[in-house]
């Protein structure tokens, strides 16, 4: 799967500054950077003379079984990528039997989301603006609506520095409006965060979500075990190693180098899935030996969207598929639950 | 904030002769390139949940409250960069509510930049020559003009090899004479430097100028805990781990590497800045999370001072102060005083 | 030995899609492009003072007796290179004295390969079809045509995702038709692995084919220590360390970085030979010194058979031979079993 | 000194294959270019408020006083630079008050260029021919002539591997034949060496050449402790780390990597130097605080010689006396034998 190229194409079609909006990252794009290559620079030590006969991506996220250990992560406004935005990720996934998280930014609403695949597993993604009302408001539509479990986003406390989005506008279109919120006060996006989101998180307010619903409740965007455990001690059911694909703070650590800290420290209390920068079957194998669940993919889902809506959102999910079958093959392991950190060679020896 | 384009439009306004003064180093300028590398290598390991609704910036600088823990760190013939000279840079950092280090070298006289802001916060930098009456009254006027402190530079025994100014030499304009000293020996900067500089400065040097006023001294230009630890026996109140933005040794030790080691031997006894490529509101977080309690910055005022006067001046000050309260929030920590170096993950994990 | 050089040549007489089928790797060629520089990056610590005046590269694979320690890799299709493909291939080794192992896929049959040079040490590559019948054929055929003993790769479970050879396909021309096997389905290379290559080889695999015939056995295309050993528990006569030239699984470890691993593991109970990458004498002197046997070639012999038939086999051969000499004069080492680890010096020593 | 810019001088006036020559180094040249980096990867500790009125580089060596830590490497062929060849070099070295090493394969002969500069410390590099009455002579007459040691090169076996050369060829032109020996078989320097140099010499060579005159032995071209240890308790009185500047086996390790494990073992039972890749006052002080006594330039003196002949080659030494000297200010040390280790930072802490 030729992700580049793709990349390349949706890049044609796009506005510059959605292309802009959708693929830089905060202040030098540090992190967004560091987070393929940490991936890539791991290295795999895989078995030979292993039955491969059948290989299987088959897991279950929070119980519920999915086809492939290969989320669609959480984003905004996927109507800038294709007129059907959130609809079609929403299709595509389903056509893929993956599992897709809805953005509370969606142009697309939670019930509408919810009719284009009404038995495919969904989750949707929180964030918890000053007014708690809204995540009440929100939260119990998407219980209506079955999604399965409410994905809070911790790392937005406040609007980032995206350098590369102020050189490059975004001029919103019409049409692509929050479909889940009201009107809410500030010009343009920084403003609308820095005004409206809530910047005094704490664990407290994974007790109150709890509340709020019977949906099980993963928390994304930490990239350190003490803090993992703490969600996890406060009950959360999973955790998400995230650093919002290098869009909040420059200069995080990669997600890859947070991993395993974040693994060790929840012990198996929950579930762990890491996003950023996983762009090939190889790189989901690192993730899953290195004790995640499952990943989370963002941009090269946009990319497949934006270049051929619910087909092209499949034709990603099964360019994953199809890696990742023949990866763990290669690999000698033809089951996830095979999968183990001696897979991973840790780079350095032989300082190579 | 963008400070590399902030330093091409300087660039395009200044005579290359005073470009090359502002922003060269010694040698093959290895360490001055060293030193931005160093800080933007390392990577920060953001707490979330904490509530970061009210963030400050605010600090002490030996007792003297600033609103910001970025100081002007001491640079020469500002006048090169405007007519307004350190005048410009006084009120541009009194405007930011930020420290301000006035250069011996500098090309407006003590007094005048005393008046300019008359309670704002300013130290004095100070060389010494052979010639000690000349450190003798320079300490005076400054302790008259208000001054809070006096920075002794010890790391310019013998003038440096600048290769970059050497073939774009710079021709001293009208008006950019050194308003605190009387005319010396010495057809140019290195000559001046050679043949006036003393060249035997010991710790003895910091009993002597302890002894001149009762202002407290701040020795600047150290990259080795036994140094610092040995000023700070003697004395002083402050070090400032430099290698003088790579100007003077090159090859020496980046001021990222150099700081722990000084931290640890400092041992809390006096307070410890550094300075030395800190580009962004991260390099900030990271150099207090090692054990800094501020940092100096010099370059990016120039090209502030050059292309705005002290309007100038303060926009890159202010645009530190934006960058810090986001990378703050972002670490979910809101007060400077919670900084701990467990938020800067040492290069290598992972071989990243 | 200029192979860069050589290369281009050979570039400029191959179609392009068979220079990407020789050339290319897999995915991104991560692994393909890790192989060559993992073995450059290794240092030498030569002696001096000891006598050099006689070198001998002599050495004896499997008992048998060869000129250097340098085989000829298994390589498919060798007619797309030169018409007299695997033939030409096999009257070069021998010339020089060298071993060549002839490929299950290739172009000329068991029995003239074996003629063209009767005497000269040989091997067969064995890939398992799902039709088990096929290999009992093809080990009875080389047993009976004098090859001295059967290598089954066991690292192409599954067909890999070669990329390059997607963006430049390589057309067949007539005469490439694989000789050694009846006609299979599958319209491409890809379908033709998938549907006929088993794909559940396993120890037991071994055992199996250790009672076709008297010939020893080498198992081809490890990484892992374990492995190797499980190979050597079930009567494999040796290994080979391999990823398939980085033409399997993407971002496996190089072949230099596995060798240590494997050498330890096999703990003299087999001989270890290791291919991947190995441009230089003094490439050889670093893989025997870390305990390989032999190395074997693959790339550089295709450049040297398109360019020049049998002769440039040999060239190429002899490139290896005059280097290797060279080097291990200038090592300090006149035979080969003296070679030994300490000759290599692991990197980042003083971090270089 | 802009070493760099005066390569880029004489490389204009030098014809091509002589510059090739000079300039080139073995095989891929990875070892030649790996001598510069490693030491400019190195990184200075310096220490402030040290008494730098009065900076020292004399030193001794093997007891002969000299002004400066850095000798004149043995070069073959000067007259190919400068029709004053081997003359201008030693005149050059001993204006500088610096000890120069004659090559054998000098372009004038021993006695002429004692004869420029009777009083000027001078070394004979000696390269031992399968006629050992060859090197019985040379030695002779270097006692004779007033030479103060023999510098034996050991690592220079068999010829090497020059494929630069072989690309650009060096056309001898008239007048730089080798005045110090008889005519010898060979048409090019690779036969010449192959055909005469003897490839046997051993830790016997050492007693045997001690006990051809009263001459201290010096044995140059190791990169290993053990190596080193052996030559000394063979009566060896000085060793040189070296690789031939990268010109004899590629990937060697650089003689940065090699020198503290030479000190350590040679326990101070004789002087150390190291050549290779050393352009800086930096570089010279990195080496004498790692233990070695002086250090030896090649390179740099030949495109000073190329440029400016005696008064070229007496610049580049001036150039580096007048850096070593800043240097040493600069790191707080007025005198060579107050270098120790601790100055030098390994790179790696925090990763830079």
């Known amino acids: 799967m030729d992700l580049a190229q793709l990349e ?19 202040d030098d794009e540090v992190t967004a950077a560091a987070n393929p290559a940490a991936w890539r620079r791991l290295r795999l030590r895989p078995h030979v003379l292993r039955d ?7 897991t279950t996220l929070l119980g519920t079984p999915v086809s492939l250990p290969v989320m669609v992560a959480p984003m905004a406004r996927q109507r800038l990528g294709h007129p059907d935005g959130e609809l079609a990720t929403q299709r595509g996934a389903a056509g893929s039997g993956a599992l897709a998280v809805l953005s509370t930014h969606a142009t697309a609403s939670i019930e509408e989301v919810a009719a284009v695949a009404p038995d495919a597993p969904r989750w949707f993604q929180l964030y918890v603006h000053r007014d708690h009302s809204l995540a009440e408001g929100l939260v119990a539509r998407a219980a209506a609506a079955g999604y399965g479990a409410v994905v809070l986003t911790v790392d937005l406390a406040v609007p980032p520095n995206r350098e590369r989005e102020l050189r490059t506008p975004l001029e919103l279109p019409e049409g692509v409006g929050l ?3 009201p009107p809410l006060a500030g010009e343009d996006v920084r403003e609308r965060v820095g005004s409206n989101f809530d910047p005094s998180l704490t664990l407290q307010t994974i007790d109150w979500l709890r509340g709020l619903s019977e949906l099980p409740l993963v ?17 959360a059911a999973a955790v998400v190693v995230s650093n919002h694909g290098g869009r909040q703070l420059d200069s995080a650590v990669s997600t890859a180098e947070a991993l395993p800290e974040v693994v060790a420290a929840v012990a198996g209390r929950a579930e762990v899935y890491v996003d950023g920068g996983i762009r090939r079957g190889t790189d989901v194998v690192k ?3 290195l004790g995640a669940r499952a990943v989370l993919v963002g941009r090269p889902i946009l990319w497949g969207l934006t270049c051929g809506g619910a087909a092209g959102v499949r034709d990603v999910l099964e360019g994953y ?11 000698g392991v033809p089951t996830l639950d095979q999968l183990s950190a001696d897979l991973v060679a840790m780079p350095g020896r032989l300082g190579t």
Do not use: I, W
């Not at 598929?321 to 690999?331: G, Q």
């Open 219 to 235: 928390v994304k965007g930490m990239l350190r075990g003490d803090d993992a455990a703490a969600c996890v001690e406060h009950g």
């Open 321 to 331: 598929r199809e890696e990742l079958e023949r990866d763990l093959a290669l690999c």
């Open 287 to 289: 993730a899953l030996a």
């Open 8 to 26: 390349r194409q949706a890049r044609g079609k796009l506005e510059p500054g959605a292309y802009a909006y959708f693929a830089g990252g905060t």
């Open 52 to 58: 491969v006969g059948e290989v299987s991506t088959a």
């Open 179 to 181: 479909a889940n919120l």
